[in-house]
């Protein structure tokens, strides 16, 4: 009898050991009992497009910073796991899989590329993990295709490409004045076949008739061929919704070429590199559509502008501020979920409203997308100059 109950006795000890093991390896949900919560950071830090993420991964550490120069929140201090996605899809699902298999992150944020942010998600649907994109315009981001519905556990802060390119359209029409459009579209990009689809469709229904419509694919070089076919069809504007890299190179060789027509594009073209690389001379009477103009003189913007300047030296750009803003607002709706759970985190995030973002105040609808302002820029002289906002 004693030895059966010693018997008994050894394999629960036994038992109660592994449990305790298995739980101080990590194992289970994330956790969020310890000292600090663990936030996923993922941008695009290297490749095709560093310098949107690296702006936008500042802009989000920066936010941080602040946050737990204030006392944290829930009473404990951010802990940022920042990954590189080094600007490619199937990388932002390895990235996206380590921070939350990994690291047990409780919440994700970041992205500035549509493409990427699809790939990832996914993986923060599969592990119900809540994840805010912040630049990231095209809607298959936060919509399932199966569905029709918004993904559960994405979300974005930024405005979509329906509105943007209508935006776009818009201002050709009626602001510039101009009746005939060429496009030249990124086919590698989610992000630029969405808007140009987008802005083609608003374009038209105002009248406007599309002359030519060309496609190149990320990292080409030489656009003069495609270049020469425009210019034959006499176009009053093009119309670009591609990625600075490309972008630059494409207004500098349709200058060489003679092509004085205005160019307009969207947020793509957000970056000190696009200047670096199209030249200033060049990018002269082009325009784009964008989430944030410098030149805002409300007090938040203000306050970005002067402490970011102070930490990184230099003025940001829009992916910087929504970098920013998508922290704020992940930290927004842990406070308001008094919880690191990420099932509650999830909720508060549904339930955001009116939160006043440097960008905006930001609602987030039924498929969990910001609806907020567009405003225009004009480049003058390797400058942006502000020109006009557009309310959704």
Not at 51 to 73: H, M, P
Request: hydrophobic share 40%.
């Amino acid at each position: 009898m004693f030895k059966k109950s010693l018997k008994v006795f050894s394999v629960g000890l036994i038992t109660v050991m592994m449990s305790g093991l298995l739980a101080g390896c990590g194992g289970g949900s994330p956790a969020s009992s310890s000292s600090d919560i663990k936030i996923g950071v993922i941008y695009e830090l290297t490749g095709g497009t560093a310098s949107f993420g690296t702006a936008a991964a500042n802009g989000a550490k920066l936010a941080a910073k602040e946050i737990n120069a204030k006392g944290g929140v829930l009473g404990k201090q951010i802990q940022m796991v920042v990954a590189d996605n080094k600007s490619e899809p199937s990388e932002s699902s390895n990235a996206m899989t380590k921070v939350i298999s990994q690291d047990k992150v409780v919440a994700v944020t970041g992205f500035t590329v549509s493409s990427n942010a699809i790939a990832a998600s996914t993986v923060a649907e599969d592990n119900k993990i809540p994840f805010v994109a912040a630049a990231t315009t095209n809607p298959k981001v936060t919509l399932d295709e199966k569905t029709g519905k918004a993904k559960n556990y994405v979300f974005r802060v930024c405005f979509i490409d329906p509105f943007q390119g209508t935006v776009g359209a818009n201002f050709i029409l009626n602001t510039l004045k101009l009746q005939k459009a060429a496009i030249m579209v990124d086919n590698s990009s989610d992000y630029s076949k969405g808007l140009s689809k987008f802005f083609k469709e608003a374009y038209t229904k105002g009248n406007g008739t599309i002359v030519a419509e060309e496609a190149y694919l990320q990292k080409d070089q030489d656009f003069k061929t495609i270049l020469v076919k425009i210019k034959g069809t006499n176009p009053d504007v093009i119309y670009v919704p591609g990625y600075y890299e490309e972008v630059g190179k494409i207004v500098k060789q349709a200058r060489e070429l003679g092509i004085t027509a205005p160019f307009v594009g969207g947020d793509g073209w957000d970056s000190p590199k696009l200047v670096e690389i199209g030249t200033a001379a060049a990018l002269n009477n082009t325009f784009m559509t964008n989430h944030y103009s410098v030149e805002d003189t409300s007090s938040a913007s203000k306050a970005f502008v002067d402490a970011y300047k102070k930490e990184y030296g230099q003025v940001p750009d829009a992916m910087a501020v929504l970098g920013y803003d998508a922290m704020y607002v992940l930290i927004d709706a842990i406070k308001r979920a008094n919880s690191a759970e990420p099932g509650k985190i999830r909720d508060a995030l549904a339930a955001t409203k009116e939160y006043p973002a440097v960008t905006g105040k930001i609602s987030l609808n039924e498929n969990h997308d910001a609806v907020k302002s567009a405003v225009i820029l004009e480049l003058k002289d390797g400058k942006q100059t502000y020109k006009s906002t557009v309310n959704p």
